[in-house]
């Protein structure tokens, strides 16, 4: 699984306007780059444009709110997340998963709230993968019950690596 963003929405659940910096993203080869790079990939352009993009629009409205002086605090910050969350969720919600398994969304829902109780999962299928995976948080990182995305498929492939 990788990353598709990170961005704060109103309490209501609508998006913020585009807050944007107009700031072009540089790939320094550095540690957070390469990691970026491994879990936040764009699939359909420039790794680059694509950070761009997330920053511009939903990255620069959190790094005001936080105080964070650079774009490279919000990459981090999101990765870090990533990495706490995301990644280590899958392994623990399906332990010793290895390659390619269909599950039902009911499963996956199930499982994932093990490890997260009372979130509100929804996931989108493409091809008969799950091709994304949303549950909300708030700012504590607590579950959020609110959610404006619905389930779009009943089962889907889980790919493990």
């Known amino acids: ?3 598709h963003g990170l961005w704060p929405n109103l309490k209501s659940g ?10 072009t993203i540089t790939d320094t080869g550095s540690s957070l780059f390469l ?5 936040w990939p764009s699939f359909s352009q420039a790794n680059t444009k694509f950070w761009g ?5 939903h990255g620069y409205c ?3 709110e936080m105080g964070w002086t650079s774009y490279e605090k919000y990459f981090q910050y999101v990765i870090d997340l990533h ?19 269909t599950v039902t969304y009911d499963t996956l829902k199930s499982a994932i709230q093990k490890i997260i109780p009372k979130a509100t999962i929804n ?3 493409s091809k008969g993968y799950i091709s994304e995976l ?3 948080l708030e700012k504590n990182f607590s579950p959020s019950t609110s959610s404006k995305f619905s389930n779009q498929c009943k089962s889907g492939k889980l790919v493990f690596k």
């Open 35 to 39: 990691n970026m790079r491994k879990y």
């Open 83 to 101: 990495l706490r969350i995301y990644k280590n969720l899958m392994t623990q919600a399906f332990p010793g998963y290895t390659g390619t398994t």
């Open 123 to 125: 996931m989108k299928c």
């Open 1 to 3: 699984m990788t990353v």
């Open 134 to 136: 949303y549950f909300y």
């Open 14 to 23: 609508a998006s913020l306007k585009d807050c944007t910096s107009g700031v």
């Open 62 to 64: 959190m790094t005001e």
């Open 53 to 57: 993009h997330e920053y511009n629009k």
